[in-house]
């Protein structure tokens, strides 16, 4: 049977979109098993391939030179790519040092540049071409729900 092939990946931010997936799993996992093959989703197993995907959904802001990478390999790797949550899809509140004054920026230089963080934090959009946005923080599981079953009506999977 065929399946939609998932990834779940997760940025700079507090998970909160990953919290809720997991959850929705509790009433959607005999629903999805038949049907969705989870590729990468560090949140639900150990082994994860880079490979190859149907859709991919990306949780957090970008705030580094080895995230925008990583979100690059992830887009040419995914049929449709979907922004999840408020970080994702607006930046904040990852992005709030963004607004920083200058007397604050030149605090945190030192952090910035000891962990290789980007001067700016960056939405998925600011990055990748994106395909869909499930907003909130947390996301809106109904709106998440409705993003999918999109997808597997689109991929032929219902």
């Given at each position: 049977?065929?399946?939609?092939r998932?990834?779940?990946?997760?940025?700079?931010?507090?998970?909160d979109s990953?919290?809720?997936?997991?959850e929705?799993?509790?009433?959607h996992?005999q629903e999805?098993?038949?049907?969705i093959?989870f590729i990468?989703?560090?949140?639900?197993?150990?082994?994860n391939?880079?490979?190859?995907m149907?859709?991919?959904?990306?949780e957090g802001a970008?705030?580094?030179a080895?995230?925008?990478e990583k979100?690059?390999?992830?887009?040419?790797l995914?049929?449709?790519?979907v922004?999840?949550?408020?970080?994702?899809?607006?930046?904040m509140p990852?992005?709030q040092?963004?607004?920083?004054d200058?007397?604050?920026?030149?605090?945190?230089n030192?952090?910035?540049?000891?962990?290789?963080?980007?001067e700016w934090?960056?939405?998925i959009?600011?990055?990748?071409?994106?395909?869909?946005f499930?907003?909130?923080?947390?996301?809106?599981?109904?709106?998440?729900?409705?993003?999918?079953?999109?997808?597997l009506?689109?991929?032929?999977?219902?």
């Amino acid at each position: 049977m065929k399946k939609l092939r998932v990834g779940w990946f997760t940025f700079t931010c507090c998970e909160d979109s990953t919290i809720i997936f997991t959850e929705l799993l509790n009433t959607h996992f005999q629903e999805w098993i038949d049907r969705i093959e989870f590729i990468y989703a560090k949140v639900l197993q150990g082994k994860n391939t880079w490979k190859d995907m149907d859709v991919a959904f990306v949780e957090g802001a970008i705030s580094s030179a080895i995230q925008e990478e990583k979100l690059r390999k992830i887009r040419a790797l995914a049929k449709k790519l979907v922004s999840i949550g408020a970080c994702a899809c607006v930046g904040m509140p990852s992005s709030q040092r963004n607004t920083f004054d200058s007397s604050a920026k030149t605090e945190i230089n030192m952090l910035l540049l000891r962990f290789q963080q980007a001067e700016w934090v960056k939405t998925i959009a600011q990055v990748v071409a994106v395909d869909d946005f499930v907003q909130g923080c947390p996301m809106n599981e109904l709106v998440f729900l409705q993003t999918l079953n999109k997808y597997l009506k689109e991929f032929n999977i219902i």
